[in-house]
């Protein structure tokens, strides 16, 4: 049985260290929403150049 997504939505999987995911969820629990709310968020900012990693190039 898999899950049902909402339409137009694809599913993905991530790695993140436990300590990073655990805060994220109190995090998201603080503010009354969820992991991939937040997620989707940040990834749309970036995508929209809104938010600069400072990642060097190399």
Do not use: C, F, H, W
């Not at 992991?35 to 060097?56: G, K, P």
């Amino acid at each position: 049985m898999s899950k049902e997504t909402k339409p137009g939505k694809k599913n993905t999987s991530l790695r993140l260290d436990s300590k990073t995911l655990k805060a994220l969820k109190i995090r998201a629990i603080e503010e009354d929403s969820s992991v991939q709310a937040i997620l989707e968020e940040l990834v749309n900012l970036y995508l929209a150049n809104q938010i600069n990693l400072n990642r060097e190039k190399g």
